[in-house]
């Protein structure tokens, strides 16, 4: 069974960076795809980074191509979002996820996701 742990959210201002961590533990990290999600109120959970496992693909929703950079240490077992020119938009609960078998577009769909962490608040606010 495979756990998450996210860390790293916080308050900062608009354009400012933040750097969130994904630790896993409990299964061979390097068997799962890791994606990140992020989640306002009032609003459905969104795909916002993945990482395939083997390859190493990344994919980007829009609103976070060319800021954010997501990144992986096998070593360390854990997986990076390094979020850059943070906008007050990107306020949310920001959660990582992880599945053996990601294709496509389905990255961005956490239904297609089997294990979950429990959150890290990021909030862009002067």
């Known amino acids: 069974q495979l756990q998450l742990v996210e860390s790293g959210g916080g308050l900062v201002q608009p354009g400012g960076t933040l750097r969130l961590s994904c630790a896993a533990s409990?299964?061979?990290?390097?068997?799962?795809?890791i994606g990140w999600f992020r989640q306002a109120p009032g609003k459905e959970r969104e795909g916002v980074s993945c990482?395939?496992?083997?390859?190493?693909?990344?994919d980007y929703a829009d609103s976070v191509k060319g800021r954010f950079t997501i990144s992986r240490d096998n070593a360390k077992n854990t997986v990076y979002l390094q979020m850059n020119s943070l906008k007050p938009e990107d306020t949310a609960v920001y959660y990582c996820?992880?599945?053996?078998?990601?294709?496509?577009?389905?990255?961005?769909?956490?239904?297609?996701?089997?294990?979950w962490g429990q959150g890290t608040q990021v909030t862009v606010s002067s």
């Open positions: 996820a992880a599945e053996k078998s990601i294709f496509g577009s389905s990255w961005s769909n956490p239904l297609r996701y089997d294990y």
């Open positions: 409990g299964s061979t990290f390097d068997y799962y795809a």
């Open positions: 990482i395939r496992r083997i390859s190493g693909r990344t």
